[in-house]
C-alpha cells in the first residue's frame, strides 16, 4: 500500500513539480490559448518552395483545445527554470495539460464561481512579481510575445481564470474526502513491514513572547495618518488602492492595493469582520485596532455574503525605549525560570504577550502538520538556527525578531522534547500516518472523478498522440 502511494507521488513528478511552480508560484504561467480549431492545422508557404506546419489541433477537452505547439511552450518554460527536460516525453507533458483542461472544463460545468476581480486581483499580484524579476512590463510583454501591454494582460486574465477553475475543481473533489480512525488503522497494517516509512528527527519547542508596548502618541500619529488617508480618498483626491499600494504595512495585500474577498467563514481576525460587517458598499471605517495595527477599511462590493474590500494597515513605531523595557522584562521572565521560580510552561500561560501559544504553555504549532513536533530537515531555517544548539530544557537568551511588516518582539525558546530518527510507529506518529493515508484516499478520489468525468465529456486526440500511453484514459478504450 505504501509502495503505491510512494509511486503515486512519484508519477509524471518532474513534471507535476514544475507545473505547479510555473504556474502556481513563479508566474510565469505557460501559454496555452484557446482559439477556434478552423483557425489551426494549416500549411503555409516558405519561401514560395518549403512547406511547414504552423500548429495542430493535437487534443480538444470539452470546450478546450490544444494545440502542438502548447507541448512545445511547455518545454520551454521548464528549461527556461533551469530544470532538465531529458526524461520528459511530450505524451507526459499532453497528459498533465488535458488534466488541467478537464479540471477547467468541469468546473464550468458545475457553476464553480471564479469571478472576474478575483482573477484581476490575481494577475496585479502576479505581474507585480513578474515585473519585479524581469525590470519592466515593456519586457514581460516581449518576453511573451504580445505586441501591446493590453493585448498581454487580455491573454494573461484567460489563463489565469482557467488556473482559477482548475485549482478551485481540485479543491472542490480533495474537500469532499473525509477519512475515519478505522480506515486510518487499516492503511496502517497493510504496510509491509520493510516498507514503513522512516520519519526524521523532530523537535518540540516551546516560547515566551513580549511585545514592546507602543506608546499613546505613535499610536496617535497612525490614527491621525489613517484618518488623512480617509479624507483625502472621499474629496477625491486620491484612489484608496493607490493609498494601500504606497503605505500599507501589510505584506499580504499591498500589492494588490489592499484587496481581500471574505464573507463571516473567512478566518480574520475578530475585530477586522466585525468592522467589515458594519461597512455600506462605498463605505470607508474609522481607524480601528487589531493585534495587526490599526486600519481603515473600504467596502468595495457586496455579494450576497460576500465582501470585497480593501484596507490600509499602518503599525505604530516602536521608540527604543520600548524596546528597551520589553527585554528587561522578558530577561527577568528568564532569571525567574533559571532560578526555578516558575517553570516555563507557567510564565507561558501567565506572562506571555503571544496568544496563540500562552494556552499552551508555550508550545508551538507546527503549520505544515498542525501537531507539536518539527522535523529538523524541514525546519524553517530561522527557527534551526535559534533552537539547534540548545540543550534539553536549557533557555536561549532573549531573541529580538522581526516579522515582514517590520513589527518587533522579544523572545525565549526552549526545546521540550527531541524525538530520534526513527521507523514509523502508529501510535506515536499517528497525525503523520493519518496524513499519509488521507493523501491516497484523495488520490484514489481524484482518479475516480477523472473516470467519471472523462466518459462523459467529448475528448479528442489527434494524429501520433493517439499511440501514447497516458495514466487516464483519454483515449476512452
Known amino acids: 500500500m505504501l509502495s503505491k502511494l510512494i509511486q503515486m507521488k512519484s508519477i509524471n513528478n518532474k513534471i507535476?513539480?514544475?507545473?505547479?511552480?510555473?504556474?502556481?508560484?513563479?508566474?510565469?504561467a505557460m501559454a496555452q490559448e484557446i482559439i477556434k480549431e478552423k483557425a489551426v492545422d494549416t500549411i503555409k508557404n516558405v519561401n514560395s518552395t518549403q512547406k511547414l506546419k504552423i500548429d495542430g489541433v493535437i487534443a480538444k477537452v470539452g470546450d478546450y483545445i490544444i494545440l502542438d505547439s502548447d507541448i512545445d511552450k511547455s518545454y520551454l518554460e521548464?528549461?527556461?527554470?533551469?530544470?532538465?527536460?531529458?526524461?520528459?516525453?511530450?505524451?507526459?507533458?499532453?497528459?498533465?495539460?488535458?488534466?488541467?483542461?478537464?479540471?477547467?472544463?468541469?468546473?464550468?460545468?458545475?457553476?464553480?464561481?471564479?469571478?472576474d476581480s478575483e482573477v484581476k486581483s490575481m494577475m496585479d499580484e502576479r505581474l507585480s512579481y513578474m515585473v519585479e524579476q524581469i525590470g519592466s512590463m515593456d519586457k514581460v510583454v516581449k518576453y511573451y510575445k504580445k505586441n501591446t501591454e493590453e493585448e498581454f494582460r487580455t491573454y494573461f486574465f484567460d489563463i489565469l481564470k482557467e488556473q482559477k477553475l482548475t485549482s478551485e475543481m481540485q479543491k472542490k473533489i480533495i474537500d469532499e474526502v473525509e477519512i475515519t480512525p478505522e480506515e486510518v488503522r487499516n492503511f496502517f497494517?497493510?504496510?509491509?513491514t520493510t516498507d514503513l516509512p522512516v520519519f526524521g528527527a523532530e523537535m518540540e519547542v516551546a516560547q515566551i513572547?513580549?511585545?514592546?508596548?507602543?506608546?499613546?502618541?505613535?499610536?496617535?500619529?497612525?490614527i491621525n495618518k489613517l484618518n488623512e488617508f480617509k479624507k483625502e480618498v472621499q474629496e477625491g483626491g486620491s484612489s484608496f488602492a493607490t493609498k494601500a499600494v504606497l503605505y500599507s504595512q501589510d505584506p499580504g495585500s499591498r500589492a494588490t492595493g489592499g484587496y481581500y474577498k471574505m464573507n463571516k467563514?473567512?478566518?480574520?481576525?475578530?475585530?477586522f469582520k466585525e468592522v467589515a460587517f458594519s461597512l455600506q458598499e462605498g463605505e470607508i471605517s474609522a481607524p480601528f485596532e487589531t493585534d495587526f495595527g490599526y486600519h481603515i477599511i473600504y467596502v468595495e462590493k457586496i455579494k450576497g455574503q460576500d465582501i470585497e474590500l480593501r484596507?490600509?494597515?499602518?503599525?505604530?513605531?516602536?521608540?527604543?525605549?520600548?524596546?528597551?523595557?520589553?527585554?528587561?522584562?522578558?530577561?527577568?521572565?528568564?532569571?525567574?525560570?533559571?532560578?526555578?521560580?516558575?517553570?516555563?510552561?507557567?510564565?507561558?500561560?501567565?506572562?506571555?504577550?503571544?496568544?496563540?501559544?500562552?494556552?499552551?504553555?508555550?508550545?508551538?504549532?507546527?503549520?505544515?502538520?498542525?501537531?507539536?513536533?518539527?522535523?529538523?530537515?524541514?525546519?524553517?531555517?530561522?527557527?534551526?538556527?535559534?533552537?539547534?544548539?540548545?540543550?534539553?530544557?536549557?533557555?536561549?537568551?532573549?531573541l529580538l525578531d522581526e516579522d515582514q511588516s517590520g513589527k518587533k518582539k522579544f523572545k525565549i525558546i526552549t526545546v521540550t522534547n527531541r524525538i530520534d530518527s526513527h521507523t514509523s510507529d502508529y501510535a506515536t506518529d499517528y497525525i503523520k500516518i493519518k496524513d499519509l493515508a488521507l493523501k491516497e484516499k484523495q488520490f484514489k478520489a481524484i482518479g475516480t472523478w477523472f473516470d467519471d468525468k472523462i466518459k462523459d465529456t467529448y475528448i479528442k486526440v489527434n494524429g501520433e498522440y493517439r499511440e501514447c500511453t497516458f495514466t487516464n484514459n483519454w483515449l476512452k478504450k
Open 16 to 28: 507535476a513539480l514544475t507545473f505547479f511552480v510555473l504556474l502556481f508560484s513563479s508566474g510565469m
Open 209 to 222: 513572547v513580549v511585545t514592546p508596548k507602543v506608546s499613546d502618541a505613535e499610536k496617535q500619529k497612525v
Open 311 to 398: 484596507h490600509i494597515l499602518l503599525i505604530p513605531a516602536v521608540t527604543p525605549d520600548d524596546l528597551k523595557e520589553a527585554k528587561e522584562k522578558i530577561t527577568l521572565i528568564r532569571k525567574r525560570i533559571v532560578d526555578k521560580e516558575i517553570t516555563f510552561a507557567q510564565a507561558a500561560k501567565t506572562m506571555s504577550d503571544e496568544k496563540e501559544t500562552r494556552t499552551n504553555g508555550g508550545a508551538l504549532i507546527n503549520p505544515k502538520t498542525q501537531d507539536t513536533r518539527f522535523e529538523l530537515t524541514k525546519m524553517e531555517p530561522s527557527l534551526y538556527s535559534q533552537i539547534s544548539n540548545l540543550k534539553d530544557n536549557e533557555i536561549s537568551l532573549p
Open 265 to 271: 467563514k473567512t478566518q480574520f481576525v475578530k475585530e
Open 189 to 192: 497494517k497493510k504496510i509491509p
Open 78 to 115: 521548464i528549461s527556461s527554470q533551469g530544470n532538465s527536460i531529458k526524461d520528459i516525453t511530450r505524451c507526459q507533458i499532453l497528459g498533465k495539460i488535458m488534466e488541467d483542461k478537464l479540471y477547467a472544463h468541469q468546473a464550468v460545468q458545475d457553476s464553480v464561481k471564479v469571478t
